[in-house]
Structure formats: structure tokens, C-alpha cells
């Protein structure tokens, strides 16, 4: 069977091709050694892993982090989590069809003493923030517990690929968030106090204040005096027709696939959400060589960095503002996409729809913090602190300022002597999650000569690398904040630093010191699944994508440390300080089908709980009747009983109560379950099997 794996990426390794064979109902396929069985599945063309037990329809994978239970399929007579269950050799994957047997176990158990751990600090997410918090109470000698559910620390960062805006000495802005990851581990390694487990997830804090813990399968209980719940956030989900199609990941599921796995899921994307998250989503997969087709934001500009709109556009993408996503074609999984504009009211703007052809949606519509640890440790009287997505959520850069605080605010409660934590500290955190400010003109560089940098960053974001590289400290920020925008003032010598350490990719250079009419230009470029080489042709364009006109490569510059390439042009003077960028997307990607496809089905038809195939027009009706209590909705609809626990849909109920008029404080609460995720029950007596 053909391998849609990624062979050659720009940024990443060639990955190690430990093959193994595992079969998928009966058929032998290949797949990495410990790679999940998900990532194995897709890797062979896979993306239908099961189907629905009430209405047959398709099941694929949605988060990639265990939240959800789209991916489950039967892994040697078991039900599992595809996105979390790594795949061993001659292991037998069939599909979950319908409600999965429970396999006939008469093997005898014994019972076992539960192990049970003292900690001073238990951390939970080993994501940067998490990271960040254990660095610093290692340094102070605390004893730390950090955990992660993943198989490497690292969180998100693991799956980021492209360079780090924020502050160079707070948050290693100019590094790719992968090698951040790999820096702050190898630091939190070297700490004797702290001590970390993988593949171990958190269940629940308990009224003894205990934390039950699955590590390796292994049930154990810790018990910290502080917890510090850095476990990060989950991803939010849309209401829409043919929602419940195969093939529409979240943004997190689609950056593992390309960016921890190097396996490419899809020929051709359609990304909702016009935030960071979405952007630079958009941005991984044209390294990944997927083609992507367009982006629809409903707000009438875009929520991220002006600096990834301007970086996908210029590239060929298209940005739809004021638009939403109106239905999700195909039969069991996505084959296209109808989007259509919204007025300001977001209401759908009748014959505006436009359908694209696309294999996969991609969901970047905002992340919802896990909060859960917090609030079951407040209530069981244990000190408990948060930090990153968990507390709020920003970018990562502000998740591992605010987890050093977190550090050592905790190392300070529990008698270390690190002193008062400086005000300014608090200010910077502040600034490092800021939204995104002015957008300001371009600075006059009509009188500059010789070499210069053009600094196409116009938009007030924290960041500064470009400012701390410069060997001539030529590069300001004149209120010297990390909001202020960046201008060139001195002298330039042309070494290129600011272009290669630029998270934007939105400085260029111009050299006029060989040619005043034809100066050479040079644009940092690292998209190596569309390659440049010298004597081609391509198109440049300024930053609101206008084409300038096609000019010839001259000279191709790789530095290998920085994973950037620098392409070089003659162009004529009066374009020089204009060129942002090239096209490297064909137009033809984007276009849209002639005749648009438009739902027969209404909106209210659109799934509103996965897990148990709730429709929207379900839970309105119940609502409209005068019910408030989501326990009531899911005693009525089992909207929330699924095996998610409620994680996605109560989201979008909560959303359906506001659309009716009625404000969610008056809306009673879901009585959780009292696990985090599904687990079996023989686990919590400490239950093993006699071999």
C-alpha cells in the first residue's frame, strides 16, 4: 500500500525507518516502530477508522491527544485510543464497528498494594510552561514530580517547526519551538530533584488530596503538597453541516501528523480560524507539501499576526475574511468545503457560498484552558497554582514566562530563598501575551544607501530577536518595549543575521553597493517542498501579495544552523524596498468549483455532541421548552455522556444557550465524571493478571 509519509522536510530530520508489521483487518501494513497506531493507520491511506454505532456514519481521528474518542479502533481484542496506543509488531487493528464486544477475560486476577508517592511539587503538563516552573524549583532543590502524557516532553512545542516571536532573553525568541522543547528538557534532565514521567496522565485529584495517575498502564497514586496544573488547553469545535465527516482534524492533530510523525494526512487543506493557531498551521503544511487551498475567518480581520496573514498570502494562500464555514462535503469523509460570507452579525449572506475542492478541514476556531486539576484540587483544600494554557490562553513564549514565575512563586511559599519577584517581571508576562497592536506605515527609507534591512513587520506584536542580533546594533524598537515596532537606525554591513533569526520571515535586504539601478535583494525563504534554485523564474510580490513581476534567481544561500535559505534578486531600484516576498503556491490550487455546493440539510441538523450523535436542533428544543440544566439535556439527549465527557459539546451548548437569549450564568452546570479520561476499572484496586 502507498506511504503518505513525509520523505524530505525542510526544517525536520529524515525520520528513522525502524518498519514493522502490524495488520488492519486482516491485511499486513507497514509502520514505524512506536509510532501510533493512528499515525500508522493515515501513513497507509487510512483515514476511516471505524463507524458510529447509531447512525453507521464514519469515525477518523480529531485531537490526536487523547480527549476525544473518534480514533478508537480494536487493538488486539481491546478498545483503544488509536492517537495514544503505540503500535507493535504483528499487533491486530481491526475498526470499531458499532459498539465494540467486550473481549472474554476468565484469566485470574490478583490484587496488588497500590504505590503510592510523596512529592513536594507535582506538575502536571510537560509542556513549556510545565518545563519552565520544574527548571526553576530544581534550581531551588525542591522535590518535583513532572508529568506528560505524551511520549517526549515538550507539549505543543514538540509540534512546532517554525521560529518563536517574544522576548530573545525570556522566551528563546528566534529558536524553532521544536528545538526549544529539546533545550528546556535536556535542562530539566540535568536537575537532581526533579524527576519525570512520560506516557502518565493524570486522572483525578481526590478529597484525600491524592492524584491518581496511570503511568505505563500502572495505576499509582501521588501525593504533592502543591500541585501546579500546567496541562494546557483543548481545542474548541464548530457547529456545521457534515461535522461529523472523517478527515476534519483539529489543528493540534493535523501539526502531529506533519510535524512529530512526518506523516502527510492530506493533498489539499481548508483551515477555519484566522488566529495564530490557524496561520501557522497553514504555514507547516506548505512545508509539509500540502497543498493548501484557503483560509475562512468570520471576524472581518484576521485574530493573529499580521506577519503570518501577510506570510500566507504572499505565498499564494487566500485569506477569507467575514466568511465561515457553511458545510463540510462528502460521504463518509471531507471531498470539499462550502464557505460562505457573514454580515456583522455573522448571519450567512444568501448567494455568497463558495465551494472548494479539499480532502481535509482543518479546525482552528480558539482553544478552551483544562481546568479540571485546578478545580478538583481547590475543592479538595490542596495548594494548587496554574500557568500557560491552563491559566489563560496566549502564546507559548508567554506560557514559559509565566511557568517561571509559577516556579518560583511555588519554591517561595514552600520556604525557599528566592526573594520578591520583580515588578517588572509581571510586566513583561503581560506584554508577552498581548494581542496583537497598531499597524503602523512602513518606515522612510527613501534616503538609505549601501546595504540595508526593510523590515516588513508594520504591526505592534511582542517580539524582539531582530534587535538583539544585529552586530551593529542597528535595529531599535524607539520605546524599547516588546510591542513597538522595529526600525533600522545606523549602520547595516550586510550579514544577514536579522533576515535568517526574523519569526516572520518579514525582513529583507537591500543592496545597492554593486548595482544603484539594479540593486540585489534578498528574501529569506524556508519552504524547501516548493525549491528554489538560481536561474529561475519567480514572481515577487509586496506585502498585500501584489505581484511586482517575475524576476530571475541569481544566488541560492543555505545556512544550515538557521534551517533558512536566502534568495537573491536584481531588481530594479524603484521595486527594491517593495519586494516582501514570492509566490510559490500556483493560483490554480485555490480556485473555487464553478457551481457552489449548497446543503439541502439545515444548520440545526449539524451534530452538537459526537460522541453520541446529538443534533443541534435536539438540544434547541429542549432548550426553547425552558431547560437550564445541562444534566437535564443529557438525561434527555445523553448529550455529554459520551466517552469525551463532555469536553467538546458543552462548549457548544453553552454557545447554543447564548444564541437563545440566555446568559450561561443561568445555566446549571454539568456534574462531571470523576476521571479525566476513560480507564478500566481493574486498574484503581491495583488489579493484575497472573501470568
Known amino acids: 500500500m502507498e506511504q503518505h509519509r513525509i520523505d524530505k522536510h525542510p526544517i525536520l530530520p529524515e525520520p528513522i525507518m525502524d518498519m514493522i508489521t502490524f495488520y488492519w483487518n486482516g491485511k499486513p501494513l507497514s509502520a514505524r516502530k512506536n509510532e501510533m497506531i493512528s499515525s500508522a493507520l493515515i501513513a497507509n491511506g487510512i483515514s476511516v477508522f471505524g463507524h458510529h454505532h447509531k447512525d453507521g456514519t464514519a469515525q477518523g481521528i480529531f485531537c490526536a491527544n487523547g480527549q476525544c474518542a473518534k480514533c478508537t479502533v480494536i487493538a488486539n481484542g481491546i478498545p483503544v485510543k488509536s492517537c495514544m496506543t503505540a503500535v507493535k509488531e504483528n499487533m491486530i487493528v481491526t475498526s470499531a464497528e458499532g459498539l465494540p464486544e467486550l473481549p472474554n477475560d476468565n484469566e485470574p486476577i490478583e490484587f496488588t498494594e497500590i504505590p503510592e508517592i510523596v512529592t513536594d511539587v507535582l506538575i502536571i503538563g510537560g509542556g513549556p510552561s510545565g518545563l519552565s516552573a520544574a527548571i526553576e524549583l530544581g534550581k531551588n532543590n525542591i522535590k518535583t514530580l513532572l508529568i506528560d502524557d505524551k511520549t517526549e516532553l515538550g507539549g505543543k512545542l514538540v509540534l512546532q517547526t517554525h521560529k518563536f516571536f517574544g522576548s530573545e532573553e525570556d522566551s528563546r525568541a528566534g529558536t524553532r519551538g521544536n528545538d526549544i522543547g529539546k533545550l528546556l528538557a535536556d535542562e530539566v534532565s540535568k536537575l537532581p530533584s526533579v524527576s519525570t514521567w512520560v506516557n502518565s496522565t493524570a486522572l483525578f485529584v481526590f478529597a484525600d488530596k491524592k492524584v491518581g495517575i496511570i503511568k505505563d498502564g500502572e495505576y499509582i497514586l501521588v501525593h504533592p503538597e502543591r500541585i501546579l496544573n500546567a496541562a494546557g488547553a483543548r481545542e474548541k469545535f464548530l457547529r456545521f453541516t457534515g461535522n461529523h465527516l472523517a478527515r476534519i482534524y483539529g489543528a493540534g492533530a493535523f501539526q502531529t501528523l506533519v510535524n512529530r510523525d512526518l506523516v502527510k494526512p492530506t493533498q489539499r487543506l481548508f483551515i477555519i480560524g484566522g488566529g495564530n493557531v490557524g496561520l501557522i498551521a497553514g504555514y507547516h503544511a506548505l512545508q509539509a507539501g500540502v497543498e493548501v487551498v484557503g483560509l475562512a475567518e468570520a471576524m472581518p480581520q484576521c485574530g493573529g499576526y499580521k506577519v503570518h496573514v501577510d506570510k500566507l498570502k504572499r505565498y499564494g494562500v487566500p485569506i477569507y475574511t467575514s466568511h465561515t464555514i457553511l458545510s463540510a462535503n462528502g460521504d463518509e469523509a471531507v471531498e470539499s468545503i462550502t464557505i460562505v460570507a457573514v454580515d456583522d452579525k455573522f448571519k450567512a449572506i444568501v448567494g455568497t457560498e463558495k465551494t472548494f475542492s479539499c480532502d481535509t478541514i482543518l479546525i482552528a476556531v480558539g482553544l478552551d484552558s483544562l481546568n479540571e486539576f485546578t478545580l478538583e484540587a481547590e475543592q479538595a483544600g490542596l495548594p494548587v497554582y496554574a500557568a500557560g494554557d491552563a491559566l489563560e490562553i496566549a502564546e507559548a513564549s508567554s506560557a514559559m514566562f509565566n511557568g517561571k514565575i509559577a516556579g518560583l512563586l511555588i519554591a517561595k511559599d514552600m520556604g525557599a530563598q528566592v526573594g520578591n519577584i520583580p515588578d517588572e517581571w509581571y510586566i513583561k508576562a503581560n506584554i508577552l501575551k498581548s494581542h496583537p497592536g497598531r499597524i503602523l506605515p512602513y518606515q522612510d527609507l527613501s534616503e538609505a544607501r549601501d546595504v540595508f534591512p526593510v523590515i516588513h513587520c508594520l504591526q505592534e506584536i511582542p517580539c524582539n530577536p531582530c534587535t538583539t542580533v544585529c552586530p551593529t546594533n542597528s535595529i531599535k524598537i524607539e520605546d524599547e518595549s516588546l510591542m513597538g515596532v522595529p526600525l533600522y ?200 493478571k497472573r501470568s
Open 489 to 688: 537606525q545606523g549602520k547595516c554591513i550586510g550579514c544577514n543575521k536579522c533576515l535568517l533569526i526574523c519569526p516572520g520571515l518579514a525582513i529583507t535586504l537591500v543592496d545597492y553597493r554593486k548595482d544603484i539601478e539594479f540593486p540585489t535583494v534578498t528574501i529569506p525563504y524556508e519552504i524547501g517542498n516548493y525549491p528554489v534554485e538560481p536561474g529561475q523564474m519567480i514572481q515577487l510580490v509586496d506585502i498585500d501579495s501584489i505581484r511586482l513581476g517575475g524576476f530571475e534567481v541569481i544566488e541560492v544561500l543555505s545556512n544550515k544552523s538557521r534551517k533558512t535559505q536566502l534568495i537573491k534578486l536584481k531588481v530594479p531600484a524603484s521595486l527594491a524596498t517593495k519586494v516582501a516576498s514570492f509566490i510559490v503556491q500556483p493560483l490554480e490550487v485555490s480556485q473555487p468549483l464553478t457551481t457552489p455546493i449548497v446543503p439541502e440539510l439545515m444548520a440545526d441538523e449539524a451534530m452538537i455532541c459526537l460522541c453520541e450523535r446529538v443534533s443541534v436542533k435536539e438540544v434547541r428544543n429542549l432548550i426553547r421548552e425552558g431547560i437550564t440544566d445541562l444534566n437535564q439535556i443529557k438525561a434527555i439527549t445523553r448529550a455529554g455522556m459520551g466517552p469525551c465527557g463532555a469536553k467538546t459539546c458543552e462548549v457548544l451548548i453553552k454557545g447554543l444557550f447564548r444564541e437563545e437569549g440566555i446568559p450561561v450564568s443561568e445555566v446549571i452546570p454539568n456534574t462531571k465524571r470523576p476521571v479525566f479520561v476513560e480507564v478500566p476499572l481493574s486498574k484503581f484496586p491495583g488489579a493484575k
